[in-house]
């Protein structure tokens, strides 16, 4: 809702009230003792109710820039994003030296 609000400001569209609320299904399959688990997001769901006193094009190009210009929404869709550093007990730690069992 934060980018509905940003991207608003900068269209100049009116903005009024705005509630969202957002679900999701996971799920999870494999071994822990093999450590194979992978978990996963199935679909994720959100529901807006959105208020405003300007014409419906304005507001669905409103909307379409607050999809578009959200950071978290566009990482999901490239996982390759996320970089992970690990320290152990204050020391650098990397799982690469550590493979799963049976790999």
Known sequence: MTQLERYAQMMKVNLGQVKASIGFSVASEGSVLAQT????????VIHYDVESTDGPEQVAGLLRNARNGCYARQSFGRPELFEDT?????????????????R
């Open 86 to 102: 690990i320290n152990l007990n204050g020391q650098p730690f990397d799982l690469a030296d550590y493979p799963a069992p049976g």
């Open 37 to 44: 688990v992978q978990a996963r997001a199935d679909k994720i």
